[in-house]
């Protein structure tokens, strides 16, 4: 995985100094250029007889100016990561931010979380569902007070791992993006069980996990170049599970739902819990073809 440009989203409040520290320590660690941008209410393509279209458009304009030098502001002290602003009027936040992310070749797109929910945790809302089911990049989300307490740098990588082609190809390139970063990488499965275990259940359990280790020994082989953790987590929920590992100064990477459009962000069931509870970013990055014919990553027979 390449990431040269970031394109950050920018609303004004907390939420959107979120995505912008998240683009920051991304872009910082990377080597990468940012371009933060303000999706704005579109004006109407073809001008009326009136004065009206021309004061709606001097209007939304000196608005959207007023925000990205909101943006300015805050990234004032930032001086070892080149910023670029532009602002792009379009009916969804979302979708705008895909066009965006077109036109610029941005490598990748980085929200903050939607209003509510709870700190430290991502709220998904209309911008992040029009992105996690459109975008062709990864889409990167920051949880709410990230501005607040966020690590000084990301120090490593996360990848939630299940035994299938798109998490190959999703290791693959966490495994590619770990090395231009120089950070280490960790893999983690989630084993999901109840509070209470007969024998019966617990020794099912255990092969479980017996055999989930194995998947991850084996998918780590020939990485010489990367330090990386395997772990496997377990719990009675996605939260409960999660809370087991330590998320400080990492990003966590999901991939994209094998029943998603290629070259797109789609996320399953389970990769949406994971969003939700996480105590950390999350990017997801999108299904490919290599992750379709399920070649990537493996190494030795199965």
Known sequence: MKIEH???GFVPGGRGQDGLTLAVLLARR???RLTVAHVHVPTWPTPGPGK?????????AAQAQTVLEQAREL?????????????HGHRGSGRGLVQLAGRLEADAVVIGP?????????????TA????????????????????????????????YRRDPASDEAVRQAFELAGRMGVPLRLVTLVLGGGRRGRVEAEMLGRIRE??????????????DVRVDVEVL?????????????????????????????RRVFPGDVSLKIIRSAPCPVMMVPRSPAGKRGSAGRRGKR
Request: a negative charge; charged letters at 20%.
């Open 30 to 32: 990377a080597g990468a």
């Open 129 to 160: 569902d029009q992105l996690l089911h459109t975008s062709p990049v990864p889409v990167a989300l920051a949880p709410r007070g990230y501005a607040e307490s966020h690590p000084p740098a990301l120090r490593r990588l996360t990848v939630a």
């Open 75 to 87: 990234l004032a002290g930032v001086r070892d990561v080149p910023v670029d602003f532009v602002s």
């Open 234 to 262: 377990e719990g009675r929920d996605v939260a409960a599970a999660l809370a087991g590992t330590d998320c400080e100064g990492a990003m966590l990477i999901c991939a994209s739902s094998e029943t998603g459009p290629l």
């Open 6 to 8: 970031i394109l950050a």
């Open 114 to 126: 939607a209003p509510g929910g709870g700190k430290g945790r991502i709220r998904v809302g209309s």
């Open 52 to 60: 009206i279209d021309a004061e709606w458009r001097a209007y939304v």
């Open 211 to 224: 055999k989930v280790t194995a998947d991850l020994d084996e998918i780590v082989r020939g990485h010489d």
